[in-house]
């Protein structure tokens, strides 16, 4: 995979509201809310988790989308 982000956010967090996954990026509550305290290995797990998810939905990983024109890259189904 090319360069990621330091955070796979995208800005569209829904676990605020009450969502187990977010929308936005796909992580859980628990990966949200913990993600700076977690190691490098434990980041490495969620991004690989992260990308088999986003594979499995048939849709680009959203944190690639980003400096995109969002309106044709990010969608809220």
Do not use: H
């Not at 936005?24 to 797990?45: H, L, N, P, Y």
């Not at 849709?59 to 969608?75: F, H, I, K, Q, V």
Request: charge should be negative; glycine fraction near 6%.
């Amino acid at each position: 995979m090319s360069a990621r982000p330091d955070s796979p956010c995208v800005a569209r967090c829904s676990t605020a509201l009450g969502d187990e996954t977010c929308m936005g990026c796909g992580r859980s509550f628990i990966e949200v809310a913990q993600w700076v305290a977690m190691t490098d290995a434990q980041k490495e797990a969620v991004w690989q988790r992260l990308t088999d998810y986003w594979a499995a939905r048939g849709e680009p990983p959203p944190w690639l989308a980003r400096g995109r024109n969002e309106a044709e890259t990010l969608r809220w189904d």
